[in-house]
């Protein structure tokens, strides 16, 4: 069969990957194309386009670049027709993807949907859109199947795949010698992967490092950002950076600095203690601020359902906050605390093997 994946960021590129992976090992036949990253590819996708080229995040950044969007819409298009696929598979990537599932809906397309757009956060009336524009809906919350069932759609809870990466993971030994990193106790900044987060991240989260001068401050950085954006914060914060090794400065860190989004629950499953951060533009946290649904911005708190780790968003994300913040995460017993709860988290979170079972699932919906 000939499936057509698009993926829009770091995160649903390596799940998209894994999902490609799974398919192709359930269907011998399996042909696919991808609007995605450099995961997808490698797990033997043709990619079309990268996801860097049409990932913009941000109400004034998309309104901003709102002539480059239709175009991109129009290419997007015509690859989906032109390799006419069995199902058009969307990840996550909400803005873009389900705009690409109207089309797709228009000339009678198959669609599926790997990793609910979180829609239960705000906007929860997209849940009626999803499930006109839809066939079938696989979710990776445990709390998603029961949110759906408000508007009479039923969906498949498939697990969590950011446990099949992690136990796929192999720990490199050489880390520490391959970086450069003294024997000194490591403590990670993952930023994120988008330019505009990291820009709007990187600065306040290292105005700390002087204060805590028995630490190893190190950058997650990725290789999809230009390496002089990172080097500057090298030079003028003595920090280190590590590109895309992410989960091995994860395995050699006693705690975290972690921009809101999948990462926060990437750094929970490690066991590595953090503190979560967020800022957008203001007109763009005004307008969620307004619409948002929930309790909590972490997916952590979220799947929890209380505050295991602490959140400090737009004006609370400041140098003094994430100081004390970051003191209480290093030894005592908030440590504990978000220790013991890590282990509450991975229960809720069931088994691994989310990507074998969405893979077998598609497969037989499609037959």
């Not at 880390?175 to 403590?187: E, M």
């Not at 995460?329 to 709860?341: F, K, M, S, T, V």
Request: glycine share 4%; with cysteine; proline share 3%.
């Amino acid at each position: 069969m000939k499936y057509f994946i698009i993926a829009g960021e770091r995160s649903g590129d390596l799940h998209a990957s894994n999902l490609i992976k799974e398919l192709k090992k359930a269907d011998s036949s399996a042909d696919i194309a991808c609007w995605g990253g450099d995961y997808m590819e490698a797990s033997g996708a043709r990619l079309l386009r990268h996801y860097k080229e049409y990932s913009i995040m941000g109400f004034i950044e998309v309104v901003l670049s709102l002539r480059k969007l239709s175009q991109l819409f129009k290419a997007c298009h015509k690859d989906i027709l032109v390799f006419k696929p069995d199902v058009l598979v969307l990840v996550d990537f909400s803005g873009f993807n389900l705009r690409v599932a109207k089309f797709a809906k228009e000339h009678q397309l198959k669609v599926f949907y790997y990793i609910s757009p979180k829609i239960w956060a705000w906007n929860q009336s997209r849940a009626l859109k999803i499930k006109l524009l839809v066939d079938r809906m696989f979710v990776i919350m445990p709390f998603e199947e029961e949110f759906y069932k408000r508007y009479d759609y039923k969906v498949d809870y498939v697990g969590n795949p950011l446990k099949d990466a992690i136990s796929e993971f192999r720990q490199n030994p050489d880390f520490r010698d391959k970086n450069n990193l003294a024997k000194n106790p490591v403590i990670a900044i993952l930023p994120g992967s988008r330019r505009q987060e990291v820009k709007a991240m990187l600065d306040t989260m290292l105005k700390i490092v002087p204060f805590f001068p028995g630490y190893r401050f190190v950058i997650a950085g990725v290789s999809n950002l230009p390496a002089e954006f990172y080097e500057k914060f090298r030079r003028e914060n003595l920090v280190e950076v590590v590109y895309d090794q992410t989960y091995d400065l994860l395995s050699n860190s006693i705690a975290a600095l972690v921009t809101s989004g999948t990462a926060t629950l990437e750094t929970a499953l490690f066991k590595v203690p953090q503190v979560v951060v967020y800022r957008a533009s203001t007109i763009t946290y005004l307008i969620v601020k307004a619409l948002i649904k929930v309790k909590y911005i972490s997916l952590v708190n979220l799947i929890a359902d209380k505050e295991v780790v602490r959140e400090l968003i737009q004006g609370n994300f400041n140098e003094q906050n994430l100081k004390t913040e970051l003191k209480k995460i290093l030894d005592g017993q908030h440590r504990e605390n978000q220790l013991n709860d890590y282990k509450n988290l991975e229960n809720i979170l069931g088994e691994k093997g989310a990507s074998a079972k969405t893979a077998a699932l598609m497969i037989k919906y499609l037959k």
